[in-house]
Nanobody, 114 residues
């Protein structure tokens, strides 16, 4: 399975974007899938995860503004980002993990102008 992230772009502060992470195969069976982000000079940080059973987890900095979801039929995971802030600007990566598989997608750039 390969992951393809998309949906990044330029948005004004307070605006919204929806990122998509589409898999080349089915995503049912992954223990969890998640979104991470990275800015120059900093380590990649966890933004949000969705577990096999459907439970979700968010970084404190995005809780209440971002929503992670998935569509098994479309083999796609989403990250709805609302009320974007300049500090959300980063390259966003998606990831899918199950036993003997840890798959990363390429990044998609999110730029937030103040």
């Amino acid at each position: 399975v390969q992951l393809q992230a998309s949906g990044g772009g330029l948005v004004q502060a307070g605006g919204s974007l929806r990122l998509s992470c589409t898999a080349s195969g089915r995503i049912f069976g992954f223990d969890y899938m998640g979104w991470y982000r990275q800015t120059p000079g900093k380590e990649r940080e966890l933004v949000a995860t969705i577990y096999g059973g459907g439970s979700t987890n968010y970084a404190d900095s995005v809780n209440g503004r971002f929503t992670i979801s998935r569509d098994f039929g479309k083999a796609t995971m989403y990250l709805q980002m609302n009320n974007l802030k300049p500090e959300d600007m980063a390259i966003y990566y998606c990831r899918a993990v199950k036993r003997r598989a840890d798959i990363w997608g390429q990044g998609t750039q999110v730029t937030v102008s103040s």
